[in-house]
C-alpha cells in the first residue's frame, strides 16, 4: 500500500505514458455534428478484438482509479491530479489517450479521422490547458495519411502537444506510404510515439488465454521497430525520435544485435540505410518503461549498458492501467544515481523539447531520489 | 615473391580462384571491366572462403523500395552469410572501417600471379 512516507522519498519525474479516457459521448461537442448520428443513433463503437476480458482486480484499470467506482480510471482530471500527479509529484505527464483510430480495422477513414480531430481538442480542452504538469499527443488515424498530415499540422500549434500518436494494429508503420506521417513529425519537432493496443496480435494471432498475449506484448513493439528502421525512416528523417510506449525496453538489446547482424549479411536489399541499425536506435528511439520486468540492480544496469546508451529509456507508470509501474517501487532501489536521474527525468526531457521549453530542469532535483 | 594463380584465359569475367600466398588463402577476381583484383582469401565473419562466392554490381538507393545497379562498382559476397566486400577496396559495404587485405595482382607471360 502506498503510504505518504512512502511518496515523499520518491524522485521528481516525467511520466511518459498516462491515460486519460473519453466517452465517446464525451467527444461530440468537438465533433462534426455531420458525424454525430453514427455515435447517438447507429451506436458505433470502436472494435476490440483481443478475445478476452483482462483478468484483473479492475479489467483494464487499476481498481482503485475508477473514480467513483463505476466509470474508468483516467476518465477525471481531479482524481487523476490527486492520484498520480499528486500523489507522485509529477514534474510533466504527457497524455496517451485512450481511442486511436490507427489500432481499428481499415473502414470508414474519414469518421475516423473527424473523430481523431474531436478527440485532439476533447484532450486540448478538458486536460492539457487544465493543469501545467500535462503534455499532449496528437491522435492521427493512420488509414487517412493525408488526413493524419493536416492533423499534425493543425494540432503542431499548441505548445503543450509534444509528440504525434500511432496506436500500432497489425499494420508494420514503417511502410513508405506512412512516411508523410513521420514527414510532418519531423517538420513540427515533435516526437512520434508508438503504443501497442487491444488490437495488436502476437506473432501467432491471439492465442488461448490474456496471460499469453499480454506476456508476448512486446512483440508488436519489435515489429514496429524493424519495420521502422529498415524502411529507412530514420535515415530519411533525420533527428527525428520515434518513442516505443507500453512494450518495456527487454528485448532491446536482441533486437539491435539481430537487426544489426542481419545488415551486414542482407545489405543490399535496404541500400537506403546509412548507418547500422543499432547506432540508428541509439540515435533516435527510446523506450518507455513499463510494463518493466522485476529487475535487480545489476540486471537492469547490464541491460542498459548492452543498449550501449544510458539515454534510451523513459519511466512511465501507464496510469490508470492495472499493470501501472509505481515510481517508487518499479525501478530497483540500488540503481546508480545518474543512471536513475536519466531514466526517471533526463531522457524524457531531452526527447520533448517543448517540455523542456515549459519546464526547468532543476525541476528533477526538487524531490529527493528513492 | 610471385605466387602462380592460374592460365589467364582460366579467369574470365566474374571469375574467381583461390591461391594460397604462404600461410594466408588469397581470392584472385576478374571484375567486368577485366580488370583483376586480388584480396584476403577468407570471410571476416566465419571464415568462408570467398573464391566460393559470387561477384556482383553492387546495388543502389537513396529512397525505401529503390533499387539501382550502381554501374562500374562491383561487390564481393560471401558464399555462406553473404558479407560483401567492395572488389576495389577490400572493405567491407556495411562498416568501410572493416577490410580485406588487398595484394598485388598482375598478368605474366600468360598467367595471373599474386605479388606478395
Redesign the interface.
Same mark, same amino acid.
Given at each position: 500500500m502506498t503510504t505518504e512516507t512512502e511518496t515523499s522519498r520518491g524522485p521528481r519525474f516525467i511520466d511518459a505514458d498516462v491515460h486519460e479516457r473519453a466517452g465517446l459521448e464525451d467527444l461530440l461537442p468537438h465533433l462534426d455534428p455531420l458525424w454525430h448520428r453514427y455515435i447517438t443513433d447507429y451506436g458505433w463503437q470502436p472494435e476490440r478484438l483481443l478475445p478476452y476480458s483482462q483478468p484483473t482486480a479492475g479489467g483494464l484499470d487499476r481498481l482503485d482509479s475508477k473514480p467513483d467506482g463505476v466509470r474508468p480510471g483516467g476518465s477525471d482530471l481531479g482524481f487523476l491530479r490527486e492520484q498520480l500527479l499528486d500523489e507522485y509529484d509529477v514534474a510533466a505527464a504527457v497524455l496517451t489517450g485512450w481511442l486511436n483510430t490507427s489500432s481499428l480495422e481499415e473502414g470508414w477513414p474519414e469518421f475516423k479521422t473527424a473523430l481523431m480531430s474531436a478527440y485532439n481538442d476533447w484532450q486540448v480542452e478538458e486536460w492539457i490547458e487544465r493543469d501545467d504538469r500535462l503534455f499532449g499527443s496528437i491522435h492521427v488515424n493512420t488509414w487517412d495519411v493525408e488526413g493524419a498530415v493536416r492533423e499534425i499540422d493543425r494540432m503542431a500549434a499548441h505548445p503543450k502537444m509534444v509528440q504525434v500518436m500511432l496506436y500500432s494494429g497489425s499494420e508494420p508503420f514503417g511502410a513508405p506510404r506512412f512516411h508523410p506521417i513521420f514527414e510532418a513529425a519531423h517538420r513540427h519537432e515533435l516526437a512520434v510515439a508508438i503504443h501497442h493496443s487491444e488490437n495488436s496480435p502476437t506473432a501467432l494471432g491471439r492465442h488461448r488465454y490474456f496471460i499469453e498475449w499480454h506476456t508476448l506484448v512486446s512483440q508488436v513493439f519489435m515489429s514496429q521497430a524493424v519495420s521502422i528502421v529498415f524502411n529507412g525512416v530514420l535515415d530519411r528523417f533525420d533527428g527525428l525520435k520515434v518513442i516505443l510506449v507500453e512494450g518495456g525496453f527487454s528485448y532491446v538489446p536482441h533486437l539491435m544485435w539481430r537487426a544489426d547482424q542481419q545488415y551486414r549479411e542482407l545489405r543490399h536489399e535496404v541500400p537506403w540505410l546509412t548507418r547500422m541499425p543499432s547506432e540508428a536506435m541509439r540515435a533516435q528511439m527510446r523506450f518507455a518503461t513499463q510494463p518493466i520486468e522485476e529487475f535487480t540492480a545489476p540486471q537492469l544496469t547490464t541491460l542498459i549498458e548492452q543498449m550501449g546508451s544510458e539515454d534510451l529509456v523513459c519511466f512511465s507508470t501507464d496510469y490508470p492501467h492495472w499493470d501501472f509501474d509505481s515510481p517508487l517501487r518499479a525501478l530497483p532501489a540500488a540503481l546508480p544515481e545518474g543512471l536513475k536521474r536519466k531514466i526517471f527525468f533526463d531522457s524524457s526531457y531531452d526527447l520533448f523539447p517543448r517540455i523542456a521549453a515549459q519546464v526547468p530542469r532543476e525541476a528533477a532535483a526538487q524531490g529527493v531520489p528513492a | 615473391m610471385r605466387h602462380d594463380v592460374c592460365a589467364v584465359e582460366e579467369l574470365g569475367e566474374g571469375g574467381l580462384a583461390h591461391v594460397r600466398v604462404g600461410e594466408r588463402d588469397v581470392v584472385v577476381v576478374r571484375s567486368a571491366d577485366g580488370g583483376l583484383h586480388a584480396v584476403a582469401g577468407r570471410c571476416l %565473419?566465419q571464415g568462408a572462403l570467398l573464391s566460393g562466392g559470387r561477384v556482383l554490381s !553492387? @546495388?543502389?538507393?537513396?529512397?525505401?523500395?529503390? $533499387?539501382r545497379l550502381a554501374a562500374g562498382r562491383e @561487390?564481393l559476397k560471401c558464399p555462406w %552469410?553473404? $558479407?560483401?566486400y567492395d572488389l576495389a577496396s577490400g572493405c567491407?559495404?556495411? !562498416?568501410r572501417r572493416r577490410r580485406l587485405r588487398r595484394y598485388e595482382v598482375a598478368e605474366r607471360d600468360g598467367r595471373v600471379v599474386v605479388e606478395a
Open positions: - | %565473419h !553492387d @546495388v543502389e538507393g537513396e529512397r525505401p523500395g529503390e $533499387y @561487390v %552469410h553473404g $558479407y560483401e567491407a559495404l556495411f !562498416d
